[in-house]
């Protein structure tokens, strides 16, 4: 595939893999994804579900995993969310609940395609995608396998850490914030405008302030380019509530891996260690010394694609119809 159908898999060499953007249904909307599958088959091959982050960035985030992932044999699918990328919804709204639908929904739209298993499905994420893929996984048993890169475990938490003493100022701004919406919401004459009222919108790095650093400032940048528009100040409100660690329980007999360097600043490791201590077995939790949160999707991705293919090959490619 060319740039033009805004697929980068970055592969340098491997078997050849096949990329095409395919549509499907969530709750009445349409979706956006890119199907990353292995050009050679002996039959139909396991897949898994792609969850991209918070900025809603899937190029930037899953797809040279995806890539990689589909040269060892596994066929991914790399969703646009609601309201992101080329799909329909209220625009950049980032609710967990319809995000775990949405990985839900394209699990069923695998399942239907004559290349793929759908017995052995499994869901992957990065960053906050990292943290649906585990939310997912929780709610969904036809999802074998998980793997979560860089998640957060509780947003309220990873929320305090990234504000730090602003946070006040920040929960103020979402009361009146809500405030606004309620009274907007009720008599907008489009359907985004009615779902979700006339909230503030804002650049990511209202939501997510971070240090400054090279690759956080060339992502930051990348961002602004691909959504301009902003977010809607409403996702803080939606993430203070969503709690992983609480659901990773529920995974268990199911498979979890999770991957964070240890020099990650955007969300810190002890997110994933969180994680890893209320999920069940099987599980594993790899920790590179460092990488930072773009690592394991960007510099690091060959040792992450070596981790998860490993961790895959035992717990998704032999599933198998097993339950």
């Given at each position: 595939?060319?740039a033009?159908?805004?697929?980068?898999?970055?592969?340098?060499?491997?078997?050849?893999?096949?990329?095409?953007?395919?549509?499907?249904?969530s709750?009445g909307l349409?979706?956006?994804?890119?199907l990353?599958?292995?050009?050679?088959?002996?039959?139909?091959?396991?897949?898994?579900?792609a969850s991209?982050?918070w900025?809603g960035?899937?190029?930037?985030?899953?797809?040279?995993l995806?890539?990689?992932?589909?040269?060892r044999?596994y066929?991914?699918?790399?969703i646009?969310?609601r309201?992101f990328?080329?799909?329909?919804?209220?625009?950049?709204?980032?609710?967990?609940a319809?995000q775990?639908?949405?990985?839900?929904a394209?699990?069923?739209?695998l399942?239907?395609?004559?290349?793929i298993d759908?017995?052995?499905?499994?869901?992957?994420?990065?960053?906050f995608?990292?943290?649906?893929?585990?939310?997912?996984a929780?709610a969904d048993?036809?999802?074998?396998a998980?793997?979560?890169l860089?998640?957060?475990?509780?947003?309220?938490r990873?929320?305090?850490?990234?504000?730090?003493?602003d946070?006040?100022?920040?929960?103020?701004?979402l009361?009146?914030?809500d405030?606004?919406?309620?009274?907007?919401?009720s008599?907008?004459?489009?359907?985004?405008?009615?779902?979700?009222?006339?909230?503030?919108?804002?650049?990511?790095?209202v939501?997510?302030p971070?240090?400054?650093?090279?690759?956080?400032?060339?992502?930051?940048?990348?961002i602004?380019?691909?959504?301009?528009?902003?977010?809607?100040?409403?996702?803080?409100r939606?993430?203070?509530d969503?709690?992983?660690?609480s659901?990773?329980p529920?995974?268990?007999?199911?498979?979890?891996?999770?991957?964070?360097?240890?020099?990650d600043?955007v969300i810190?490791a002890?997110h994933?260690?969180?994680?890893?201590?209320?999920?069940?077995?099987?599980k594993?939790?790899?920790?590179?010394?460092e990488?930072?949160?773009?690592?394991?999707?960007?510099?690091?991705?060959?040792?992450?694609?070596e981790i998860?293919?490993?961790?895959?090959?035992?717990h998704?490619?032999l599933s198998?119809?097993a339950?």
């Amino acid at each position: 595939m060319s740039a033009d159908d805004g697929i980068q898999l970055n592969l340098s060499g491997g078997p050849e893999v096949d990329a095409e953007i395919v549509h499907f249904q969530s709750d009445g909307l349409r979706l956006r994804g890119v199907l990353v599958t292995p050009r050679e088959r002996a039959g139909a091959v396991p897949a898994l579900v792609a969850s991209h982050g918070w900025s809603g960035a899937v190029n930037f985030r899953v797809l040279p995993l995806a890539g990689r992932l589909a040269q060892r044999g596994y066929a991914v699918l790399a969703i646009d969310h609601r309201g992101f990328g080329d799909s329909e919804g209220a625009r950049l709204r980032c609710d967990p609940a319809e995000q775990v639908r949405d990985v839900s929904a394209a699990a069923t739209y695998l399942a239907g395609r004559p290349e793929i298993d759908g017995s052995a499905l499994g869901v992957m994420g990065a960053s906050f995608g990292g943290a649906i893929a585990v939310a997912a996984a929780a709610a969904d048993e036809r999802l074998k396998a998980c793997l979560s890169l860089v998640p957060l475990a509780d947003g309220r938490r990873w929320l305090e850490e990234l504000h730090g003493a602003d946070l006040p100022a920040l929960l103020a701004r979402l009361e009146r914030d809500d405030a606004e919406r309620a009274r907007n919401g009720s008599g907008g004459d489009d359907a985004e405008g009615a779902r979700t009222g006339a909230g503030e919108r804002v650049p990511l790095s209202v939501l997510m302030p971070l240090p400054p650093s090279p690759a956080l400032d060339a992502e930051a940048a990348f961002i602004r380019s691909v959504y301009p528009e902003g977010y809607p100040l409403e996702n803080a409100r939606l993430a203070l509530d969503f709690s992983p660690e609480s659901l990773a329980p529920a995974i268990a007999p199911r498979a979890l891996c999770l991957i964070t360097p240890v020099d990650d600043t955007v969300i810190s490791a002890d997110h994933s260690r969180a994680v890893y201590a209320r999920a069940g077995e099987p599980k594993e939790l790899h920790l590179p010394p460092e990488g930072g949160h773009g690592g394991p999707m960007g510099p690091l991705v060959d040792t992450t694609a070596e981790i998860a293919g490993a961790f895959l090959d035992k717990h998704l490619r032999l599933s198998g119809g097993a339950s």
